[in-house]
């Protein structure tokens, strides 16, 4: 009887001492799953930042394409004007009523063209002055956004940090309870907990019945399991069985 109780105790132990490691390792692949699903928060963040800077771009570009316009119609009225000019001595110098009339046209045509282009500077004028406007609101506007942006970035990188943080916590936290299992079940444990990528190797049997696949198990099994008195694996999903009434006798 003392043999059996005592089989019993190492049994206990050990099954604590597995819950307990599987407690660990299940919040490490929490973390390392958060480790990998945080960054891509930042990925929306990238969208809006490519996109207020193309608004920003665009509105500067416009800006910019109103003031080389007004650029090239001065340079036009100047141009023309220096033609003017030019017909204007040559009026004294021509000998015939139909070229110095030839000339008066010109000279017109080149005065109406110059009107023209100042009504569009008159416009352009008008326009750059509210361009101007909104690309400095829109310019303070963005200049909000991204710093928000930034902000929640911030946020983010120091949520990856936390987690990374308690994750190292975590692996060190296992390590003493790891090495309260014996090598060969450690090895069986991690076997399928490599096996199966996430989830628990651990888990409970009810009524016989496998919680981790629903596969019933042979009332052998079922009764050395619900005994406490040997380690048994699922014949189905592999994963590792206890009775519940052996976790309340661990918290008793």
């Known amino acids: 009887m003392a043999d059996v109780a005592a089989q019993k105790m190492r049994e206990v132990a050990l099954l604590r001492a597995l819950l307990h490691l599987q407690e660990l390792d299940l919040k490490i692949e929490v973390c390392r799953s958060r480790e990998i699903e945080i960054p891509k928060q930042k990925s929306k963040f990238d969208v809006q930042k490519a996109r207020l800077a193309e608004e920003l771009k665009e509105r500067e570009k416009n800006f910019q394409n109103l003031q080389i316009e007004q650029r090239s119609c001065e340079s036009e009225i ?3 004007n220096g033609q003017i000019s030019k017909y204007q001595q040559q009026l004294f110098q021509v000998k015939k009523n139909e070229e110095y009339q030839a000339l008066l046209n010109e000279i017109e045509v080149l005065k109406k063209q110059i009107g023209l282009k100042e009504e569009r500077i008159i416009s352009l004028m008008i326009d750059i002055d509210e361009a101007k406007a909104r690309l400095a609101q829109d310019k303070k506007r963005i200049e909000a956004e991204l710093k928000d942006i930034d902000q929640q970035c911030a946020a983010i990188d120091t949520e990856l940090i936390d987690d990374v943080r308690a994750r190292k916590q ?3 936290d296992r390590e ?3 090495g309260q299992i014996d090598a060969s079940t450690l090895a069986r444990y991690m076997r399928i907990r490599n ?3 996430s989830g628990p190797a651990l888990v409970p049997l009810n009524d016989q019945v496998c919680t981790g696949c629903n596969m019933v198990m042979p ?5 050395e399991v619900l005994a406490g008195s040997k380690l048994h694996s699922c014949h189905l999903c592999g994963r590792l ?3 519940s009434v052996n976790v309340q006798e661990l918290s008793a």
């Open 78 to 80: 100047e141009q023309k």
């Open 170 to 172: 975590l692996e060190q």
């Open 176 to 178: 003493p309870v790891a």
């Open 195 to 197: 096996s199966k990528k």
């Open 219 to 223: 009332p052998q099994i079922a009764n």
């Open 241 to 243: 069985l206890y009775h």
